[in-house]
């Protein structure tokens, strides 16, 4: 039997995707009372490239979450594709999944339910009050307001933090097919027009995204420019209609207002290229309820900023050789003779590694790619 939902409480979650759960659970784990309050049925799908990275993965651990046995596929390692230039390796520690978003939504709903975090589905938010939110018109009163309502926050633009120094978009398309993964490794493909994610999400089951900057180009398109993953799709039944969304890269001057504070894709963002989308909404929700018990939301902006700049970073770099195919390819060409250096560029971009080793890494491959 569920409980009703109270019309008091401490935190009011405006969004119940990861990133709202993710809130809801680091609030509820300091003692606060928390309603979570979402118009969707879960569980929630998103188009996605269904990667759980080992630090996003540590980061759900955090949260009390376990991944149980069967739920998920785990991969090993990042392997980039260009052409016929390959680079692989494996993560440095810790253990990376594939994993279907409503899995993993159903079982943060479970964990969220289990610890007495109240939810509130098929509700709309349709405002801001003095005293808190109002769900369809009728107050719901908090202590603390969180938007977790995603790129497109409503919260976000009602707190009037919509004020930004940097946005970027660009387009995201996903589909599911029944079919053996043939490797253990998460491959990201490159193309002229797009980058291509394979992530097997169990043993007969793999998700294929596509990202790119034209809202027009959906995947079957795109496969043209990948020939030999084209011929391993071609006869593989689709497990799932093809799924649409945005992937934003966002950096807000303020992720609060007052008592009203936002987290996930709706504080801001990094394109989903670098597959850390889900590990930063879980440790800026695990920032954020500490910051909540403790009632200073002046150092969740500050650190709220530290939390995106190796992210931000990784995908600025990552668009960068996605937009210059020669450069792209001469790194590829250091990446497959030296593979230290594809080694140490995927510790730092799942933050295993000193600020030292990321300085000698770029340093050593700057000049690998000068005798290149």
């Not at 996003?56 to 149980?68: K, Q, S, Y």
Request: charged share 20%; hydrophobic share 45%; with cysteine.
């Amino acid at each position: 039997m569920i409980a009703p939902s109270p019309n008091s409480v401490d935190v009011f979650v405006a969004g119940g995707g990861p990133a709202g759960l993710a809130t809801a659970i680091a609030a509820r784990r300091h003692g606060l009372s928390v309603l979570v309050v979402d118009g969707a049925v879960p569980p929630i799908d998103k188009a996605c490239g269904e990667g759980l990275m080992p630090d996003g993965v540590e980061a759900l651990l955090n949260l009390g979450i376990v991944i149980p046995d069967g739920e998920a596929q785990p991969f090993r390692g990042i392997r980039f594709v260009s052409g016929n230039k390959k680079a692989e390796a494996a993560f440095p520690r810790g253990t990376a999944y594939g994993i279907r978003r409503t899995t993993l939504h159903r079982l943060m709903i479970e964990h969220a339910q289990a610890i007495g975090v109240f939810m509130r589905w098929q509700a709309a938010v349709t405002g801001l009050h003095p005293e808190g939110a109002l769900v369809a018109g009728e107050l719901v009163r908090a202590r603390w307001v969180v938007g977790a309502d995603g790129a497109q926050s409503r919260v976000r633009h009602w707190a009037r933090l919509d004020a930004h120094e940097r946005k970027n978009v660009r387009f995201a398309f996903r589909r599911h097919y029944q079919l053996v993964p043939w490797t253990d490794f998460m491959e990201l493909h490159w193309g002229r027009r797009c980058q291509l994610y394979i992530t097997a999400v169990g043993p007969a089951e793999i998700c294929v995204a596509m990202i790119s900057d034209s809202p027009k180009l959906r995947l079957e398109d795109a496969l043209g420019e990948f020939p030999e993953l084209s011929a391993r799709l071609q006869d593989a039944e689709h497990a799932s209609s093809e799924r649409g969304a945005i992937t934003v890269s966002r950096r807000l001057r303020s992720v609060y207002r007052g008592r009203t504070v936002v987290v996930g894709d709706a504080s801001g963002g990094v394109d989903a290229i670098t597959g850390e989308g889900l590990c930063l909404a879980f440790r800026q929700a695990a920032l954020l309820g500490d910051c909540l018990a403790a009632g200073n939301l002046a150092r969740y902006q500050a650190e709220h900023r530290q939390l995106i700049r190796r992210p931000a970073l990784m995908a600025r770099l990552m668009l960068f050789m996605g937009n210059h195919t020669r450069l792209r390819q001469r790194t590829m060409r250091v990446f497959e003779s030296s593979p230290g250096s594809f080694a140490g560029m995927l510790a730092m971009h799942v933050g295993a590694g000193s600020t030292r080793d990321y300085v000698t890494n770029g340093i050593a491959l700057g000049w690998q790619l000068l005798r290149t």
